[in-house]
């Protein structure tokens, strides 16, 4: 079982790493901004199931094997920062990302949560943070598995949390942040190059020894 000790010491951690800015919040924010509430809430819904898949992937030792297989993650690396590529050149080249008109949205709900669990579960590192991060938090003379799906588990409900508030607060300005054609166009800029930028990173990013 955790302690309260151990709870007071993931709860801080977990939110500073939460609220860093990254692929997964970012594309929240854009989903939420363009396509309304529904979509953003979906895309944090997505990423915290990436979190889960991840906090699984960690259990059997699918990350173990990612940290220990160069092919293994070279093969994730390239498909996520291809995917993340994709996603913010997707973003810059389209004129509608921010169109508020419900019919040209860009973004469904079910799309939405589909490309956000693409985002996380396609992200090595992500896989690398959860193995590394979660057994600093595990006692080892309690069950190892049930204490790290547990604490992965928090993490995700804490991460849906703040995006979807994130995503709610987002959607309620984005009459006024779009509103004005400059900002529009800077914010599709901006998010579509953050994407983009995270995409290179990624395809750059070596594996850790």
Known sequence: MLTVSVLLAFIPAAFVLIISP???????????????????????????????VHTVGAVVGLS?????????????????????????????????????????????????????????VLNPKVALFFLAFLPQFVRTDGN???????????????????QALLAIFSANARRVI???EFVKTTLRAVSGSVLLGFGVKLALERRPT
């Open 22 to 52: 990254g692929p997964d919040s970012i594309f929240t924010l854009t989903r939420a901004i363009s396509d309304g509430p529904s979509a953003g809430v979906m895309a944090a819904l997505g990423t915290s199931s990436g979190s889960i």
């Open 64 to 120: 173990a094997l990612l940290q220990q297989s160069a092919l293994a993650f070279a093969l994730v690396k390239f498909v996520g920062a291809g995917y993340l590529m994709y996603t913010g050149v997707q973003t810059l080249r389209s004129d509608e990302q921010f169109d508020l008109t419900p019919e040209r949205a860009g973004y469904t709900p079910s799309q939405s949560f589909r490309s956000a669990l693409l985002i996380n």
């Open 144 to 162: 190892v598995p049930v204490q790290i799906l547990t604490l992965g588990f928090m993490f995700a409900t804490l991460g849906f949390v703040y």
């Open 178 to 180: 779009t509103k004005n």
